[in-house]
């Protein structure tokens, strides 16, 4: 299962559209996170089948900016357990004992009120004692070496970054490709490069898939690379259907003895699909 991220700036470029699914052909995400769509639900649910995810659920774009989605595909058990402007929460697996949670974020890019996504990163870390994986635009670094161009960050406002990192008890996954994965082209010519997008994971997390890489995949219509986070040795269980008989196959002709037959063989492997198909006409191995 893998999952892609990535500031969208809004679905009306062709190009960008036209990049992106590409990009989805190819990489093939379970699930994908969006922010800044800045699309309507009707767009949404159009981009959603086009590139071939089969549920979504997303946030309302306000006024003309902002906007967040998530679409996943059915192989993914995967249920939404709260949104925001900011974030959209979900649990995996959540009936299994292996259950972690998924969290899509987009950081809040005035600088003043950026202290209100810190507030709800530590308020999502208090609400549930799972492992979890948090990808998206954070809109801050966490060092000056984060940071190309343009004038020195706040230290301040790095700290309160690092601080809510610290609180959920995040690991940065690292990544593979670009050391930046946002540009901007300012009017006098000066060019400013930061790292703004990224996963973070809890410890617990980490410890389940060690081997988890990030690539920075770049964007040749947009300003932000995509987040391409691929986890290797994911070994949290996944949800297996019980065999249950069903009373109507004794009404199949053969039923009992196709059953009495399969016992005879004294190899209880597999055997509630085996019993199944036999009794469907379909040959035994």
Known sequence: MSCLA???????????????????QAKDPSVMFLAETWADKV??????????????HFVERINRGGGLALSWKNSVDLQVQTSSKNHIDTIVNKEVDGAWRLIGFYG???????????NLLQDLNSRMALPWLCLGDFNEITRQSEKLGGSIQSQAQMQLFRDAIDECGFMDLGFTGSQFTWKKHFNDGHLVWERLDRGLATRDWMLKSARTIVYHLPSFTLDHCLIWIVPRDLIFPTATKPFRFEEMWLAEKGC???????WAKQDSTNLGIRVIKKIRGVVLN
């Open 6 to 24: 990535w500031n969208y700036c809004g679905l009306g470029n062709p190009c960008t559209v036209r990049e992106f699914g590409d990009l989805i």
């Open 108 to 118: 809040e890019p005035v600088t003043h009120k950026r202290i209100e996504s810190w």
């Open 43 to 56: 767009r949404l649910k159009e981009l959603k089948r086009n590139l071939g995810f089969d549920n979504l």
């Open 256 to 262: 009992s003895d196709t059953i009495q037959a399969v």
